[in-house]
Each structure stands twice: as structure tokens, then as C-alpha cells.
């Protein structure tokens, strides 16, 4: 069927009819022949079908509203003129015929401007005829014909920026769960979990925990990934057509996800440095083993445990602190352990420090730490999903393998059950204290990881009618459960090490946060036999988590800008790759000098915790309220077949707003509690 198009978007005028014959071809052609339409009523009644079924074949007419200006034609004679693709976008093939335009613009057919160029349009294959005289279209022969629009060359259809550029796609299905999964299950699953649980009334914690699952990530979570995979767009485009007012969210997401760049990237560079100095333990012993350095102070106390038994049982007898020598300390206001002085004045240094006065100069061993892990983000990154999709399959399903070889190592060690024990101990009582569902929102909220724009970046790649409730639903469960199975990992060797040291497990945790990877969980290691191959395969384990989630952070920023700014940046990614990775390391370098661990804190704790709870809780009322919940779960309608239940409109209408509202007030009230102190 054929119809003419004017110059806003609207046929106005049917113009022809298609009439099936027979034909000498081997297929099943169809010869069609253009025929004037009589009625405006036969142009709805014929041309809607063929549009509706050409509409879910993907092509989608309404996008077409204005291209560059047509060249003028020299000649009035010239044969019609043919451009074929079977998959390319109806704009993208009317760009390539700029040398068919007129002066005049038409509205006419046939008989009303024969001087006026037609373009025919088939959609089977989307084949463009281009006739002079506009007396009657050039017959078309094709073995499926849906729709033939008849459109005057004066009429300008536009050339989506990112239409000249397609769109690639996960090769496999696995590998975008990898991707989510890897990133969602970073380091906060390896020393966060365990002790937010153990804090906050051990088996007790698992109620709000759940509770908020259920009703606040999950759905922030589903949300992130049904966006994407519909409007298949990144951090900046996708708000043209959410709701172009919050499009300053893709700004606030980029500049979050460079913040983070600059300290996490650090954090996973010590594991570099650690995974590097464990191999010393193959000549001798490792290096945060014992007092024996130049770094250690006369203060410092063996991770060896009958080193530190026998010192122990020097003070009782003497009531004097001795070092491991057994010479009297002095100006000792405390022991420290020698993982504890490993890290702070062999890794970090920072005695040499003053504050954010004088962070002192950049140890050139953490910057090339840092080094390395710019490295190899840039070569998972270069190529977009191709490459990325290739190496979750070691960073995602690494870390799994080695943290059931350390449970198993762990369960078997003397005094595991202490940990265990108090690792799900209940304390029912806490369920009372508001800070305990607070400290379950934010566990929640930072593990799974919406309004990073990472989940809008991976499941843009997807396919249209991929299940993306089924995978936020796996996705999520298999992040809870490895939060789990790492605090039976992480507690199972802390009440070893409790046992051995006659400690309790209060005095062994103290307050620590990441120091957890870097002072306690080294001290057990160090406990150990084989104590050299455990630390390389937990440290292994900790670059494989965390570069995992970098992966995802940067490849927001990029698949956002590419989409915003194809032309620049889309056609030459590999470059635009290597470029944002140099100025995040640059902008990182601060955090390797000897004060960077103050800035580390600063940007985890205070920089990007409130804004990034910001900007979820704006971009979810602008979801939910703005382009509004019925019409988000229509969408998820069409790319799934089933709409979203009642129990998620809701949830995400009126529960997660408030989730997320009463999450960054008291997040914000702590905060200015913590500077008043």
C-alpha cells in the first residue's frame, strides 16, 4: 500500500493501491502497481494493518520529522534511483539520497507538481525508489511487501544522532548476568556485610534486611535495568525521554562515578600491592608477619601466635610491656599488631603525613599499583561490551571459586564456630532502634548499586524482549547470598583468630572498615600454614571483586557520553576509553600519597553516599510520578509480555520514594553530627 506524507509527519493523502499478479519468479514475488486512492476513509481502513505490523517488525515511522536539506537535481530526465539494506533505519537511507530535492514543496500527487520528486519506501527491506516524473511508481517486485509510503522529496525526515552507528549487544545472555552480578557484588560484600550484620544484632539484622530488599532495593533495582533495556540509552539520553527537566541527573551520575574512580580504583590497587608482597613468602615469610622491619616500631607485636602467647604471658608476670624481643617498651600506649603497622607505615606511610595539610609526597609503588589496574580496565573497556562481556567471565565467576576454597578453609580451622556463632547471633531487642533499619536500607542500597547509571549502561545492550524481571530477581538474590556466604567466610577465620589471640571478637573487629581486607584478615592469613597461598588467593579474589564494579562505573560515564555525543566520541571509543582513563588517574593520584587514605574516607563516607541517594530518589520520582507508572509499566509490558503486578506500581509510586527520602535525611543528620563532633 502506498500513502503520501506531507512535511509535519501525517499522510495526508492516500495514493495508491496495491494489486497482486502473477509472476514468472521462482519466489513468491509480488508485482505492485500504484493505483490513486479515492477516500481519505480507504487510506485508514488499507495503510493501518500493514503500519501495525511494520511497527512490531521494529521499525517505527513516527521517529521521522526532519534530515539535512536535499541537493537540488540538475537534470529532469535521470532513471529512478535504488538504495537497498535489510536492516538499516528508514532516516539513515533517506541521508543517502541528498541529490534528489526540489524547490517547491507539495503536498500534491500525480497530477498536482509532475516536476516533484517521490520517494517510494517499502518496508520489507526498507528499498527506496526515487521516480522523476511522479506520474505513476516504478513497479517493485519483493517476496514480502508490508507498507509503501509515498513520500515527496520535499518532506525531511530526521536522522537520529546514533542511527548511523549501531548499537552492540551482549553476544551471550550469560554474559550480561556476569556483568551485573560483578558489579553488584563488589568489595562492601567481603568486609561491609559481615560487620553491618554483626553490629547491628547479628541473625536479627536479617529482618529489616530483607524486609527493605523487598520493598526498596529490588524495585530501584528492576526499575534501572527496564529503563535501559527499553529506551536503550545511557546516563544523558535516556532523560529525553523520561523526563527532559532531570536530565542534569546524567551530569551528577557522571561526576559520582569519577569521584568513586578516584578512591575505589585506590583501594583495589593495594590489593595490588598486597597480591605483589605475598609472593615474598615464597623465599622467606610475609612481610606483615613479624616485627622484624624497619617500619615496625618497638611497640609492635608478631602476628605469630606463640611469638605473641609468650609475650602475653611476660606482661602478666611482670605487669610491663615488653616488645617481641622481650625488652622493656617504652612511650607504648598500646601494642600494635605488625599487619596493622604493615599497612599503615609500610603501605600507606601516613606518620609522614599532616592531615589535608600536608599530604606529603606520592609513593611511587602505590602509583604504579594504581597503574595496573587502570591497565586492565582499559583493556576490558576498549572494545565496549565485546571486550567487557569476555572478561566477567574470570572477574565475576573468580571470586566465587576462591571464596568457597577460604570457607572451607575457614570452617576447619580451630575456633570457627566462635565466629560463626556470633556472626548470627540474634539480638531482637535492636529491632527497636531505628539506626538498625537504617544501616539495612544502606547496605541494601550501596551492594545492589542503583543511580550509578551502570545498570542503565549494562541492560541498554540488551535485547528488547529479554526478561528483565527474571534477571533482577536472579541477579539480586545471587548478590544477597554471596554477602552471606562471605560473612561465614570472614567470621569463620575471625573466631580462629579470636581463639588463638584470646581475644573476643569485639576486641579483634574493633571498628574497622576496609581495614578489615587489609589488617585483620592478613593477621588470620598469617596464622595459617600455607599462610603465603592463602593470601594470594584472597587478594586475588579482592581485585577480581572490585575491578569488577569499576568496570561498571566507567562504562556508565562512557556509554553515556557516546550516546550523547556519537559523532565525537562513539566513532572513536577506543580513544575516548583511553582518554577518560587517564584523566580518572590523574584525578586519583592524590590518593597515593602518604595522607591518601584521609581522602579516601572523606570521598566514601561524605562525597558520594548523600548525593548519590540524591539523585535515585530524583530519578525515581521522576519515573514514577513525572513520565508515571502506568505508562513505565506499559513499556515493560511491551518488551515482556505481562505488566508489572499492582504490588510494584505501588511500591514504586509511593515506597521507594519515601524509602529513599527517609534514607538520605538520616544519612544527611549523621553526617552533620559527625563534623559537630
Not at 392 to 415: D, E, N
Not at 498 to 509: F, G, M, Q
Request: hydrophobic residues 45%; positive net charge.
Amino acid at each position: 500500500m502506498s500513502s503520501t506524507t506531507s512535511g509535519n509527519s501525517t499522510m495526508s493523502k492516500f495514493l495508491s493501491k496495491k494489486t497482486s499478479s502473477a509472476s514468472n519468479s521462482s519466489t513468491s514475488g509480488t508485482n505492485t502497481n500504484t493505483q490513486r486512492a479515492t477516500s481519505d476513509d480507504d487510506m485508514i481502513h488499507s495503510v493501518q494493518a500493514p503500519l501495525a505490523r511494520e511497527s512490531s517488525s521494529g521499525f517505527n515511522y513516527q521517529t521521522l520529522t526532519e534530515t539535512s536539506p536535499l541537493a537540488e537535481s540538475k537534470s529532469k530526465t535521470r532513471p529512478p534511483v535504488r538504495s537497498l539494506s535489510s536492516n538499516a533505519e528508514l532516516g539513515y537511507h533517506l541521508h543517502q539520497i541528498k541529490n534528489l530535492n526540489k524547490r517547491r514543496p507539495t503536498l500534491g500527487g500525480d497530477d498536482r507538481n509532475k516536476n516533484e520528486d517521490r520517494i517510494h519506501l517499502t518496508s520489507s527491506n526498507l528499498k527506496i525508489v526515487c521516480n522523476e516524473n511522479g506520474k505513476q511508481a516504478s513497479t517493485v517486485e519483493l517476496q514480502t511487501i508490508e507498507a509503501n509510503i509515498d513520500l515527496l522529496a520535499s518532506w525531511k525526515p530526521p536522522i537520529p544522532p546514533q542511527a548511523a552507528i549501531p548499537r552492540d549487544a551482549w553476544d551471550h545472555k550469560i554474559e550480561f548476568l556476569l556483568a551485573v552480578i560483578g558489579y553488584a557484588v563488589d568489595l562492601g560484600n567481603v568486609w561491609r556485610f559481615p560487620t553491618t550484620v554483626y553490629k547491628n544484632g547479628g541473625g536479627a539484622f536479617f529482618i529489616p534486611y530483607f524486609i527493605l530488599l523487598i520493598f526498596g532495593g529490588l524495585p530501584l533495582f528492576y526499575m534501572e535495568l527496564a529503563l535501559g533495556q527499553y529506551h536503550r540509552a545511557g546516563v544523558f539520553t535516556i532523560w529525553k525521554h523520561i523526563c527532559p527537566l532531570v536530565k542534569g541527573i546524567g551530569w551528577a551520575t557522571v561526576l559520582i562515578n569519577f569521584m568513586t574512580a578516584t578512591f575505589y580504583n585506590t583501594i583495589i590497587s593495594w590489593a595490588v600491592y598486597y597480591l605483589v608482597m605475598s609472593f615474598n613468602g615464597l623465599r622467606t615469610e610475609l612481610p606483615w608477619k613479624s616485627c622484624d622491619h624497619e617500619w615496625n616500631t618497638k611497640c609492635c607485636v608478631a602476628a605469630d601466635v606463640k611469638q605473641y602467647e609468650y609475650l602475653s604471658q611476660l606482661m602478666n608476670l611482670t605487669d610491663k610491656k615488653f616488645n617481641i624481643s622481650g625488652e622493656p617498651t617504652k612511650n607504648c600506649t598500646r601494642l600494635v599488631y605488625s599487619t596493622e603497622e604493615y599497612f599503615y607505615r609500610r603501605l600507606q606511610e601516613v606518620d609522614k603525613a599532616d592531615g589535608f595539610n600536608n599530604l606529603g609526597k606520592i609513593k611511587w609503588e602505590l602509583a604504579i599499583s594504581l597503574l595496573v589496574v587502570f591497565v586492565l580496565v582499559y583493556f576490558a573497556l576498549w572494545k565496549g561490551i565485546k571486550s567487557s562481556g569476555k572478561a566477567v567471565w574470570i572477574t565475576a565467576i573468580a571470586p566465587y571459586a576462591v571464596l568457597f576454597i577460604l570457607l572451607i578453609r575457614g570452617v576447619t580451622l580451630s575456633g570457627s564456630s566462635i565466629g560463626i556463632k556470633y556472626y548470627l547471633r540474634p539480638n531482637m531487642e535492636l529491632l527497636k532502634d531505628f539506626s538498625i533499619w537504617n544501616a539495612a536500607a544502606t547496605q541494601i542500597f550501596f551492594s545492589l548499586g542503583p543511580g550509578f547509571g551502570v545498570l542503565l549502561a549494562l541492560s541498554s545492550y540488551n535485547k528488547f524482549n529479554n526478561n528483565c524481571y527474571r534477571d533482577a530477581l536472579v541477579t539480586s538474590t545471587i548478590n544477597c547470598a554471596t554477602s552471606i556466604l562471605a560473612g561465614f567466610v570472614i567470621f569463620s577465620t575471625l573466631g580462629h583468630m579470636a581463639s588463638v589471640s584470646r581475644k573476643t571478637i569485639e576486641e579483634v573487629i574493633e571498628d574497622k572498615g576496609s581495614e578489615l581486607v587489609f589488617i585483620v584478615y592478613p593477621h588470620t592469613i598469617a596464622l595459617m600454614n600455607w599462610s603465603t597461598l592463602w593470601a594470594v588467593l584472597f587478594f586475588f579474589m579482592v581485585i577480581t571483586l572490585g575491578i569488577d564494579s569499576t568496570f561498571g562505573g566507567l562504562e556508565s560515564i562512557i556509554t553515556g557520553l557516546c550516546d550523547e555525543f556519537p559523532n565525537l566520541f562513539g566513532r572513536h571509543r577506543s580513544l575516548f576509553v583511553l582518554g577518560v582513563l587517564i584523566i580518572c588517574y590523574l584525578g586519583a593520584l592524590p590518593t597515593c600519597t602518604y595522607g591518601g587514605d584521609y581522602i579516601v574516607t572523606l570521598m566514601n563516607e561524605i562525597a558520594v553516599a548523600p548525593a548519590i541517594l540524591l539523585v535515585v530518589f530524583i530519578e525515581c520520582i521522576a519515573v514514577s510520578w513525572f513520565y508515571g507508572v502506568n505508562r513505565f509499566s506499559f513499556d515493560i509490558k511491551s518488551m515482556i509480555g505481562s505488566r508489572p503486578s499492582l504490588f510494584w506500581r505501588v511500591i514504586w509510586y509511593l515506597i521507594s520514594p519515601i524509602f529513599l527520602f527517609v534514607s538520605e535525611y538520616f544519612l544527611n543528620f549523621l553526617i552533620i553530627n559527625l563534623r559537630m563532633i
